[in-house]
């Protein structure tokens, strides 16, 4: 899904950046963010990443205007921040649903019924892997190991693990959050965080970076 999303998100992407001017996608509060995370790093193409959350944080995924936007933040080609953006799963360069459901069919939870879970789950939510269903709120995904194997099979929504899970209790939990019950547990699919970023390369170190070997005080400082 990432690789197809990669391939229609490059061509919205590059007729964006045909177009003359600075990116305006980031409303005021989110380009206040934006910048202030830029200026945590003493290289602004370290904030790319951090930035392609911002972004998906506000609009949900990845969107042209908004991969434009951060490349003139961080001076690099909207192709460069499409390049980096399609290497991470958990960043979306298609519209998605509210709500992506990620149902692990590797090993441990092959052997206790993932691909059962899986079976299920398109049946319960009427659509394929990779597919949204009818009104935005559920994207199906099949995945490999989700790092959980104690609660296999496990389900991922959002980030947030779920498990171990037969058909009856991956219903509950589609229908738990349709009705808004976890939203204090399971945040909207673009919040990768919910603790803003206050800290970066540059942050915390009393103003001031040594080179390597040198001590502080030396007057080796990096100025740059």
Known sequence: MEQAAGRAGA??????????????????ATRRKAE?????YPERRSALVPLCHLAQSVDGWL?????????DLVGISPAEVLGTA????????????????SVCTNVACLLRGGEDLLAHAKTSLGVNAGGTDADGQFTLEEVECLAACDRAPCVQVNGRFFGPLAPDDFDSLISDLRDGKLDDVVPSHGVLSR????????AGMSGARTSAGATPGSGSEDRS
């Open 11 to 28: 061509s919205a992407a590059g007729s964006s950046a045909s177009a003359a001017g600075s990116a305006k996608h980031f409303d005021a």
């Open 86 to 101: 399609t290497f991470y799963d958990l960043l979306h360069t298609e519209p998605v649903g509210r709500h992506v459901v």
């Open 195 to 202: 603790v803003p970023r206050d800290v970066g390369l540059a």
């Open 36 to 40: 202030d995370l830029v200026s945590l």
């Open 63 to 71: 969107c042209p205007d908004a991969i434009r936007e951060i490349a």
